[in-house]
């Protein structure tokens, strides 16, 4: 099945900077990936997402690559605001399992002001 | 608001027991996925349902069940409950059998004691 890693782990940046978190996936066929992003104690919402036959995708201060070659996607928020504090979470869809989501173990991103 | 619906939202039970975890996905949406996440961890795939037909499955437990009804409900039934058990349970909705945007609930709060 797909197998999603995802880096950092956590990652603290200073508000206004950018932050960009790096995802790789494992199977070849998957074709949808989506990112979310998780408020303490809330449902993951999601942020914005891209598919295989787009390399790039932005909406205002986020904006996600696609490189299939190599198998991996980032997603990049730029002027980072303390209201971005969050987990992250990327996800690749599985083609060969019922096209369920796999995600990634998350970034806990932290902005501070 | 995702229109995925889930009850209860939190639930406090003892090691042994049983419990019962529902979802009503948006309308219009077939499928039906559950998700684990305990403490600090990422979303775990349980079991995905379309169209009252279980479609994919992960490393769901045997003590888990779940099923979608006719109506696209679906339910999440846990037994002989353990600590480890503790966790937050969502349910997600999508339209179709092949993921695409998946809506998450606002997940069910489960504490095993």
């Known amino acids: 099945g797909e197998n999603v890693e995802q880096h950092p782990s956590t990652l603290s940046v200073q508000e206004g900077d950018s932050a960009v978190i790096k995802c790789t996936y494992s199977d070849s066929a998957s074709n949808y990936f989506p990112w979310y992003k998780q408020e303490l104690g809330k449902r993951p919402q999601l942020i914005i997402d891209i598919r295989s036959n787009v390399g790039e995708k932005k909406d205002q201060r986020i904006a996600v690559t696609l490189n299939k070659t190599a198998k991996h996607f980032s997603l990049h928020i730029t002027e980072t605001q303390p209201e971005d504090s969050a987990v992250y979470f990327c996800?690749?869809?599985?083609?060969?399992?019922?096209?369920?989501?796999?995600f990634g173990g998350g970034t806990r991103l932290m902005v501070k002001p | 608001d995702s229109g995925v619906t889930q009850t209860p939202k939190h639930l406090i039970t003892a090691t042994g027991q049983r419990v019962t975890l529902r979802c009503s996905p948006r309308?219009?949406?077939?499928?039906v996925y559950w998700y684990q996440q305990s403490l600090d961890q990422g979303l775990q795939f349980l079991i995905q349902y379309y169209n009252g037909e279980e479609r994919a499955k992960g490393n769901i437990l045997e003590r888990f069940s779940a099923q979608q009804f006719p109506d696209l409900h679906s339910e999440l039934n846990l037994s002989s409950l353990e600590l480890g058990d503790s966790a937050l349970y969502f349910c997600?909705?999508?339209?179709?059998?092949?993921?695409?945007?998946?809506?998450f609930g606002e997940g069910s709060w489960l504490t095993v004691v």
């Open positions: 309308s219009g949406d077939l499928s």
């Open positions: 997600a909705s999508s339209t179709g059998s092949s993921g695409n945007t998946i809506y």
């Open positions: 996800a690749a869809r599985d083609n060969n399992a019922g096209n369920m989501l796999t």
